[in-house]
């Protein structure tokens, strides 16, 4: 466990002191800013659709990072030649690709507690209230989803030979899941054999990133969520991040280091 927090630690200097820090401190000014610049926060309107801009900003740049990160930490190790003196050390594979799992994991979760802070007190500025829970409970499924997002693209910098493909098909298919794969199941209904099957298959296979956002607690000031649900999801998000996981360490055991 020591060897996979010292890698972890490694893994958040090096996000910080990449351009990664001054891109979320610009990112989160202008979500404040847009949202000072508003002179009628009176209007449920004008709130409801204010807040549905920003959390779309805190969702798209949370990706952004969660990726860009992932994506370039072990062929930024070949790059760099710091693999072999890593792994010559008492350090395993699997120690190392979990020590950079959780090192990204973190990092995201470090940026997670920025953004939303920074746009919860200014809402309760203007709004006058503060739903406590419902952010605890938007913000935790929303580090939940990221887990899965990050070990999935660490297990594909060990597949796809760069950083940007990797990152490239990552973008594309949170994208698509999110978007589409709350629908796959209707379209399946439409289909003939075997696409049906094929379609189905698909759909109960693949994770559902759409569970864990739950925005509409914020904007619409909804009633929190059980906590028992809440649990039950971060459990599904944690098997699959642990499966995913599990495939990486099977590839990187496999595959040649060089």
């Not at 404040?32 to 779309?56: P, Q």
């Not at 090192?103 to 500025?125: E, R």
């Not at 619409?220 to 990486?248: E, N, Q, R, S």
Request: with cysteine; net charge positive; proline share 4%.
């Amino acid at each position: 466990m020591n060897n996979i927090l010292a890698i972890a630690g490694i893994v958040i200097k090096e996000l910080y002191r990449r351009k990664d820090a001054y891109v979320l401190f610009i990112l989160t000014m202008l979500i404040c800013m847009v949202m000072a610049s508003v002179n009628i926060f009176h209007d449920d309107k004008i709130v409801r659709y204010l807040k549905e801009i920003c959390l779309l900003l805190i969702w798209v740049c949370s990706l952004v990072i969660a990726i860009t990160t992932t994506a370039r930490q072990i062929p930024m190790e070949r790059e760099n030649r710091t693999l072999f003196p890593l792994l010559a050390k008492p350090l395993t594979r699997t120690e190392l690709l979990l020590g950079k799992f959780l090192g990204c994991w973190l990092a995201c979760g470090f940026t997670l507690i920025c953004f939303y802070a920074f746009f919860g007190v200014l809402a309760a500025s203007r709004e006058h209230h503060w739903p406590l829970v419902n952010y605890l409970q938007a913000a935790g499924l929303h580090w939940a989803m990221l887990a899965v997002v990050i070990a999935f693209t660490l297990l594909g910098s060990l597949i796809f030979a760069a950083p940007s493909s990797n990152a490239t098909i990552g973008f594309v298919l949170v994208t698509f899941i999110l978007v589409l794969g709350r629908h796959l199941n209707k379209v399946a209904l439409q289909l003939p054999e075997p696409r049906r099957s094929i379609l189905y298959t698909l759909y109960y296979s693949m994770p559902h990133l759409e569970l864990f956002d739950v925005r509409d607690l914020i904007i619409h000031d909804w009633p929190p969520i059980a906590w028992k649900i809440c649990g039950l999801v971060m459990l599904y998000a944690l098997a699959y991040a642990t499966a995913f996981l599990i495939i990486a360490c099977v590839v990187f055991r496999r595959r040649a280091v060089n």
